[in-house]
């Protein structure tokens, strides 16, 4: 019973910041890069931010590249995004995902927290 389970999402004003949560469950946590996925309405899915199983690597999306920063907390097997200087643009469901050390696509999904930004 594999769960990710995201928090921290809300209505805020440009400008504004928010720290997303997520919690996992039933995962060799250590061993899985951990992600945050976005999907604006009408647009598809996009990559915002990643944490890699081993060596502490970070990447980003270039539109949040200097404003969110991820992080996680392996003993507490959890994953952080704080997102800083909101953008109505960032305005979002954010996911949380899991990909195994050893699989090219993320195995694990979360079932998302809603982002609003307003201007």
């Known amino acids: 019973q594999v769960q990710l389970v995201e928090s921290g999402g809300g209505l805020v004003q440009a400008g504004d910041s928010l720290r997303l949560s997520c919690a996992v469950s039933d995962l060799t946590f250590s061993s899985y890069t951990m992600g945050w996925f976005r999907q604006a309405p009408g647009k598809e899915r996009e990559f915002v931010a990643a944490?890699?199983?081993?060596?502490?690597?970070?990447n980003y999306a270039d539109s949040v590249k200097g404003r969110f920063t991820i992080s996680r907390d392996n003993a507490k097997k959890m994953v952080y995004l704080q997102m800083n200087s909101l953008k109505p643009e960032d305005t979002a469901v954010y996911y949380c995902?899991?990909?195994?050390?050893?699989?090219?696509?993320?195995?694990?999904w979360g079932q998302g927290t809603q982002v609003t930004v307003s201007s």
């Open positions: 995902a899991g990909k195994h050390r050893e699989h090219r696509e993320y195995d694990y």
């Open positions: 944490f890699s199983w081993s060596g502490g690597r970070t």
